[in-house]
């Protein structure tokens, strides 16, 4: 019995450990929720995402949900106040350099659903929302959550 119980555990051991050593060694994530629509907190969001978090080495999401849905939507325009905008910049225009590099921006779909928006209505690249995806991004144990 003893021997059994022996060969058990190292089986056991030699399933696992590979799983604790990949999941050791997975890149690092930031998941921001962002729930304003508000354009100066928006860009600061965006800006933290991309240009703090993915340029230094982290996959990066936003979640766009409550009114942060409208900041997609392609017919709205977004005017960016502050240091942080290049003239003529918009928020839509960040969230696009966000996902060329390799950013991936989530919309609520009931969020976009209360707020009369469809994925036709978002600039291309965004994904619509399920709980899937969500899931995959908040409870994976390589992942910060930030709330804006």
Same mark, same amino acid.
């Given at each position: 019995?003893?021997?059994?119980?022996k060969?058990?555990?190292? +089986?056991?051991?030699?399933v696992?450990?590979p799983i =604790?050593?990949? !999941?050791?060694?997975a890149? #690092?994530?930031?998941?921001?929720? &962002?729930t304003?629509d508000?354009?100066?907190?928006?860009?600061?969001?965006i800006?933290?995402?991309?240009?703090?978090a993915?340029k230094?080495?982290y996959? +990066?999401?936003?979640?766009?949900?409550?009114?942060? =849905?409208y900041? !997609?939507?392609?017919?709205r #325009?977004?005017?960016?106040?502050? &240091?942080?905008?290049?003239?003529?910049?918009?928020v839509q225009?960040?969230?696009?350099?966000?996902?060329?590099?390799g950013?991936?921006?989530?919309?609520c779909?009931?969020c976009?659903k209360?707020?009369?928006l469809?994925?036709?209505?978002?600039?291309?690249g965004?994904?619509?929302?399920?709980?899937?995806?969500?899931?995959?991004?908040?409870f994976?144990?390589n992942?910060?959550?930030?709330?804006?």
């Amino acid at each position: 019995m003893r021997a059994i119980l022996k060969y058990a555990v190292l +089986a056991l051991a030699l399933v696992v450990t590979p799983i =604790v050593a990949a !999941a050791e060694e997975a890149k #690092p994530r930031l998941f921001v929720s &962002l729930t304003t629509d508000d354009t100066w907190a928006a860009s600061k969001a965006i800006m933290f995402a991309h240009q703090k978090a993915q340029k230094n080495g982290y996959d +990066a999401a936003i979640w766009m949900n409550v009114r942060a =849905v409208y900041l !997609a939507d392609k017919k709205r #325009p977004s005017h960016i106040h502050g &240091l942080m905008a290049e003239k003529g910049t918009s928020v839509q225009d960040m969230l696009t350099a966000f996902m060329a590099d390799g950013g991936t921006v989530i919309m609520c779909g009931a969020c976009s659903k209360a707020a009369g928006l469809t994925k036709a209505d978002y600039i291309d690249g965004v994904q619509m929302g399920n709980f899937e995806l969500i899931e995959s991004w908040l409870f994976d144990p390589n992942t910060k959550t930030l709330g804006w």
